[in-house]
């Protein structure tokens, strides 16, 4: 049987765009179904059956529009997926489908979807558009619930109830797992619902979560973030460690993302000479944050090249085999793109922690990880000791949101207490 999803041309609507639906058949068995997404025919790609992303769009109203076909995409592969499985319990029926059979299937499968299918189409969306690191948490997620119920793969949505998300809570609680590492695979099952949900595949009511259901956020715990004492910074900053050069490359690279304005790990590497720009007083770097790029109220961050970051790339210039244009040498093999450079980085990620481990050894810290991201939570703290504003440090930071920024400074509120009342007590 020939299924295919198309744009109609008939017909419009009055804001000019068409009607999307699958055609079920041919010639006189020939059937539709509606879909409620709609398009533009010059942005339909008939042929992969799936709407154009123009790539590296510049004008707010293109990416908004990328956005949104990007979520349409995403729904057409679930419909395509759906109409194969259909297809393919007809051939396992040996069942002849005519498109009043396969229409009828259709709608009867409503509510009936199965939740691997959801985290396997959504899996492939987040490959596709290179959204790697959200790609694993999903894979890491969708192994963790195979690991709990070996049936899960032949598992509905509606056998995911609340009975089944408290055992799979407890079974977590048994492997070890702290409140945010259990809040972090339900909040990824939850998100999986909330696609089933709004394609309809589900009802609403039958989300294990929500205000009757399993509650998450009861499950955060608060993390205490590391940061270097001044003393001990200062001492970071200022001494070199001549005996050995990789611990010495860490410790520059620690240093730099702090006085990069605490930027990220992921940030740092991606940085090259395009990002470094001029202006009155001097050199400046500008970037757009990796985690929050897309998002509405995202600011590009902007700091200054200070005498001391300038002598950090100039070291690392003259000490490192730097590829192409990239400021940090964190970035080691030329020419990866995708997947594999995304590997890449968490490679380097794991090594240079490893040998920041070191460094705090040789600087005597003790009771703390030093990792890359204690630089960022020292250049928070230090700027919260220096009375910044905290809508300034939240553009430091690059928080497109100042409420992410508070409750970031809130996890320093021990610190800033016992100065409040030491010369109280």
Known sequence: MNIKIELRTDTKRK??????????????????????IHGNPADWNSKLEQFHIVKGAKKEEIK????????DNAVLRRVKTKCENILADFERAEQIPTSTLFIQKYKENR??????????????????????????????????????????????????????????????????????TRRYYHRTLRAIFNRAVRDKATPEN????????????????????????????????????????????????????????????????????????????????????EKTK???????????ITSELQQHFDWFAENCDLVGDYLFPI??????????????????????????????????????????????????MTMQENNVATEYTSEMLGHSELSTTKTYLDSFKAERLAKITRNIL
């Open 206 to 289: 039958s989300k294990p979560y929500g205000q009757h259901g399993f509650k998450i956020d009861s499950l955060e715990e608060e993390t205490a973030k590391r940061y270097l004492p001044t003393v001990i910074k200062e001492k970071v900053r200022a001494t070199e460690i001549s005996d050995n050069p990789k611990l010495e490359e860490a410790r520059r690279i620690f240093v730099a993302l702090y006085l990069c304005y605490g930027i990220s790990y992921k940030d740092a590497c991606l940085l090259t000479k395009k990002n470094v720009i001029l202006l009155n007083d001097g050199a400046y770097i500008e970037y757009r944050r």
């Open 111 to 180: 509510g009936r979807a199965k939740v691997v299918d959801y985290f396997n189409s959504y899996i492939k969306d987040l490959r596709d558009t290179e959204r790697f690191g959200t790609t694993r948490q999903y894979e890491q997620a969708l192994s963790i619930l195979r690991l709990f119920e070996k049936r899960f793969d032949k598992l509905y949505f509606a056998d995911i109830d609340f009975r089944f998300v408290e055992k799979f809570d407890m079974f977590l609680r048994k492997r070890g797992c702290n409140g945010n």
């Open 64 to 71: 908004e529009q990328n956005r949104q076909y990007e979520k």
């Open 331 to 380: 970035i080691t093999v030329k020419g990866l793109k995708g997947e594999a450079l995304h590997k890449h980085i968490r490679q380097r990620y794991e090594t240079i922690n490893r040998h920041l481990k070191k460094v705090a050894t040789y600087f005597e810290i003790e009771n703390m990880p030093l990792t890359s991201y204690v630089a960022r939570h020292t250049f928070a």
């Open 15 to 36: 804001d000019g765009l068409h009607q999307l639906r699958i055609k079920v058949g041919t010639g006189a068995d020939r059937r539709f179904i509606a879909l409620d």
């Open 294 to 304: 897309n998002a509405k109220k995202a600011k590009p961050v902007t700091f200054p």
